[in-house]
């Protein structure tokens, strides 16, 4: 989809994208409507469809829009530094708590997405890659800054430390309980601290 040529355009499609993506995130994906996303955003069909073809259009803007969200909340801390790292990991359990135990804003995406529309899982899966690659990029500095050892695999770890936040993510909104969450962070954190 081409950006917007104005930028009354641009914020109106912006409008419709994160009213999409906070109704979804809230109600899930397939309980919000494309009515309910344009009544909340106060648009109207022809300019949802000006802008997305369709859908699924749609649903790829709110994977990209929630994926900016996290690493924009994670760009505020110093990954490359151990200090940096475990203020993150514990900044992910407070807001899980404080968000009332939603689970994370793009996984919990990927189920419904996929039972909406098998082609949705490589948006989820590009999604996923891109935030690894930034942690990736944060841990192969910590090896070039001698944090981390030589012989670290920055991209393993990377996919450890996600998958932990995944699993925490998960059990925490099951529980409705910070414990787990804080309990599969902090076992990533120290997976890392072996390799110093």
């Known amino acids: 989809m081409d950006e917007p040529k104005t930028a009354r355009g641009r914020q109106t499609r912006d409008a419709i994208i994160e009213t999409a993506a906070g109704l979804m995130y809230a109600r899930g994906v397939r309980a919000t409507t494309l009515d309910d996303v344009l009544k909340a955003a106060g648009c109207g069909k022809s300019q949802l469809y000006h802008y997305f073809d369709d859908r699924r259009g749609l649903l790829a803007a709110v994977v990209d829009y929630q994926l900016e969200l996290i690493l924009d909340?994670?760009?505020?801390?110093?990954?490359?530094?151990?200090?940096?790292?475990?203020?993150?990991?514990?900044?992910?359990?407070?807001?899980?708590?404080?968000?009332?135990?939603?689970?994370?804003?793009?996984?919990?995406?990927?189920?419904?997405?996929?039972?909406?529309?098998?082609?949705?899982?490589?948006?989820?899966?590009?999604?996923?890659?891109?935030?690894?690659?930034?942690?990736?990029?944060?841990?192969?500095?910590?090896?070039?800054?001698?944090?981390?050892?030589?012989?670290?695999?920055?991209?393993?770890?990377?996919?450890?430390?996600?998958?932990?936040?995944?699993?925490?993510?998960?059990?925490?909104?099951?529980?409705?309980?910070?414990?787990?969450?804080s309990e599969a962070l902090n076992a990533a954190f120290q997976h890392l601290r072996n390799h110093r």
């Open 73 to 181: 909340h994670q760009a505020r801390f110093k990954l490359d530094t151990w200090s940096g790292l475990r203020a993150w990991l514990d900044a992910l359990v407070a807001r899980q708590q404080e968000q009332g135990f939603r689970g994370c804003p793009l996984g919990s995406l990927i189920a419904e997405f996929i039972a909406e529309d098998g082609a949705l899982r490589d948006v989820i899966a590009a999604a996923f890659a891109r935030w690894q690659q930034t942690l990736a990029v944060a841990f192969d500095q910590m090896r070039l800054t001698g944090r981390l050892s030589e012989s670290a695999r920055p991209n393993e770890l990377a996919r450890h430390v996600l998958s932990a936040i995944q699993g925490g993510y998960l059990l925490s909104t099951v529980q409705r309980d910070p414990e787990p969450m």
